[in-house]
């Protein structure tokens, strides 16, 4: 931490605005690579008071059995947010994570395999484009139960997004990739899935604060995570009797290589000169954002300061996930939680 006097949630080790780097992967197209980013998200470790300090500290995360012996299948759990549920389902016991990445994505996926692998769990990777269809969600499905026998936990959470400032701009091939990799594939999956989950079984997907506020420039985004919603209320509703609960995770804007690869060195040094009030960046950092903005929508994306006022990091978000396939959550299905940092988005 600098010298200055600690505000909001500031935490020793988390990055603040003068502390970010002038270029992570620049121009290397979505999704971005985690591996090649200078300030790395933080996975596995939490804010956590201690005595009198001032600030916060990190702790890493401690499991206790949640997930003993179960089996998790997470779309873009890679890197980001999906990497830290999978490391954070590896602590809670899982005996088998399984993760859908790209196959570009590899660099990633074996550092999160090392992870997962390191808490005891076995990490089971699979490289495939999950907006190849029908086809290709089958063949993941049949490979995790081919190994484990069941599912137990199906996270979808891998996306892309195309920044677009008009809809006079856009085109079938946005539009239509856009909805192949963030919705079709969630539907696809819990098809596969479901015959193999058994009672107690959850499937968590992961929609937006877009979903609820929307966003000018994310038009075709946006409206894949409204989709998500909608989806995970009425899936929840089909498969109630059955007691697999259905719920989604609306992250605030999150801080991943997709956003990083493409931040200007005059929009960081203007996060330098005026770090936000509260401490930090108010965004999730993670691989997906960066790849995917240009200079004046990566301006008025870092200028959305909620309340928290800091970079919120992956396992921020995951402990929402962790949340929703526990026990703790047993009667929650339908529901969206909202990791913020305080937007007061309603659900």
Request: glycine content about 10%; overall charge negative; charged content about 20%.
């Amino acid at each position: 931490m600098s010298g200055k006097e600690a505000q909001g949630m500031a935490t020793k080790g988390m990055a603040e605005g003068p502390e970010i780097k002038d270029k992570s992967q620049v121009d290397q197209g979505q999704p971005g690579l985690q591996k090649d980013m200078k300030d790395q998200p933080v996975s596995e470790q939490l804010p956590t008071q201690h005595g009198d300090e001032e600030v916060l500290t990190l702790e890493s995360y401690r499991g206790v059995g949640k997930f003993k012996g179960k089996v998790a299948l997470i779309t873009g759990g890679d890197s980001g947010i999906g990497r830290s549920v999978a490391v954070l389902m590896a602590k809670e016991g899982a005996k088998g994570v399984a993760i859908v990445y790209l196959p570009a994505e590899q660099p990633d996926a074996e550092d999160a395999q090392k992870l997962i692998e390191a808490e005891g769990s076995e990490a089971l990777l699979l490289p495939m484009d999950l907006s190849e269809g029908d086809a290709v969600c089958k063949k993941i499905v049949d490979k995790v139960v081919e190994k484990y026998g069941r599912v137990d936990v199906l996270v979808n959470n891998a996306a892309v997004q195309y920044v677009v400032p008009s809809i006079t701009e856009t085109g079938p091939e946005i539009v239509e990739d856009t909805f192949r990799t963030n919705v079709f594939p969630m539907i696809y999956l819990s098809k596969y899935c479901v015959p193999h989950m058994r009672r107690g079984s959850s499937i968590i997907n992961s929609t937006s604060v877009t979903a609820y506020n929307g966003s000018p420039s994310l038009l075709e985004y946006s409206c894949t995570k409204g989709a998500i919603v909608s989806f995970t209320r009425s899936l929840a509703l089909q498969l109630a009797d059955k007691g697999i609960r259905v719920n989604a995770v609306a992250s605030g804007p999150i801080w991943t290589p997709l956003q990083q690869a493409t931040l200007p060195e005059d929009v960081l040094e203007g996060l330098k000169r005026s770090p936000p009030p509260l401490g930090r960046i108010g965004q999730i950092w993670t691989p997906l954002n960066p790849a995917s903005r240009d200079q004046e929508n990566l301006e008025s994306w870092i200028g959305r300061t909620p309340p928290l006022g800091r970079i919120g990091q992956p396992v921020e978000s995951a402990t929402s996930y962790v949340f929703l396939a526990s026990q703790e959550a047993a009667f929650m299905t339908a529901q969206v939680l909202h990791p913020d940092g305080g937007k007061c988005t309603a659900s």
